[in-house]
């Protein structure tokens, strides 16, 4: 069974970010289309429309990295890990962000974003993505782009500040 769903935007990677598409994905949760729905003339039946942005899963270092690894990642990357008790993000490290939740379950990301959201405002919701999605995702050795035949759990972003593409204080995610 094919379900469709859509949303403002689509992170599909992070220079490739689709305005109002449609991902449709097969009961495998494989995507098997991807297409505007500016672009052309199409059948909107039985498609999902969701506020916010729809991205591939988050990815947990910690989770998916034996700790040799991740001591490696920390020396390259600027490596925030959330499920440690005061995490801190360096701004000042000219590094590329990487966020680690110590968990893929939503439930307990939303906790996290709740309690840590004074350090998440104001982020560009784009980067943050890229961030606990994306990268991760490469550094796992996975495919990370959101492509036909990808295999993938859908995440859909929500309460986020679509004119100026921030997360808000009250940004959760949810699978979809």
Not at 39 to 64: C, H, M, P, R, Y
Not at 152 to 173: A, F, R
Request: proline fraction near 2%; aromatic fraction near 10%; charged fraction near 25%.
């Amino acid at each position: 069974m094919i379900n469709r769903v859509s949303s403002h935007f689509l992170f599909c990677e992070p220079d490739r970010i689709l305005r109002q598409s449609v991902i449709e994905r097969d009961e495998n949760q494989t995507v098997k289309a991807i297409f505007s729905l500016t672009d052309k003339n199409v059948e909107t039946a039985q498609t999902s429309f969701f506020d916010g942005v729809i991205s591939a899963e988050i990815v947990s270092l910690k989770l998916n990295t034996i700790e040799e690894q991740l001591i490696r990642i920390g020396n390259k990357y600027n490596y925030v890990d959330f499920s440690q008790k005061n995490p801190v993000i360096d701004f000042t490290i000219n590094k590329q962000l990487l966020i680690d939740f110590g968990t893929e379950d939503t439930n307990e990301i939303n906790k996290i974003l709740r309690k840590k959201r004074d350090l998440f405002a104001g982020f560009s919701i784009f980067d943050f993505i890229a961030s606990c999605v994306y990268y991760p995702t490469l550094l796992v050795g996975r495919n990370a782009v959101l492509e036909l035949n990808k295999s993938t759990k859908l995440i859909l972003w929500e309460q986020v500040d679509l004119v100026n593409k921030q997360l808000k204080p009250n940004t959760c995610i949810r699978k979809i």
